[in-house]
């Protein structure tokens, strides 16, 4: 069964920095696509980085453009979200998944038990 933890959340000023990690299995990781989405409190879930199988392809929402960056290790079945100069509204419980080529769709519908990101003004 597909499993995905998510790890490295935790409490920041705003302008600070945290790096989120997802390990996942049961499933090709390298053969899809990843994605970060995040939640915020009373808001939808949106996607906010998507990175291609090899790594060489990403995607950002226009809110972290410029801040965040995703990359992956195949190796280690490994996506990762570094995230610069945070601000208040980043707050929320952060995801990762694997999704269909190009898109947001999470593609096996299974989410972790997410982290949680607070960053204060």
């Known amino acids: 069964s597909v499993q995905l933890v998510e790890s490295g959340g935790g409490s920041t000023k705003a302008g600070g920095s945290l790096r989120l990690s997802c390990a996942a299995s049961g499933f090709m990781y390298s053969n899809y696509y990843m994605a970060w989405f995040r939640q915020a409190p009373q808001k939808e879930r949106e996607g906010v980085a998507r990175i291609g199988y090899a790594g060489l392809t990403t995607d950002y929402a226009d809110s972290v453009k410029g801040r965040f960056t995703i990359s992956r290790d195949n190796g280690r079945r490994m996506t990762y979200l570094q995230m610069n100069s945070l601000r208040p509204e980043d707050t929320g419980m952060y995801y990762c998944?694997?999704?269909?080529?190009?898109?947001?769709?999470?593609?096996?519908?299974?989410w972790g038990q997410g982290t949680l990101v607070n960053v204060s003004s």
């Open positions: 998944a694997p999704v269909t080529e190009r898109t947001w769709t999470n593609r096996f519908g299974e």
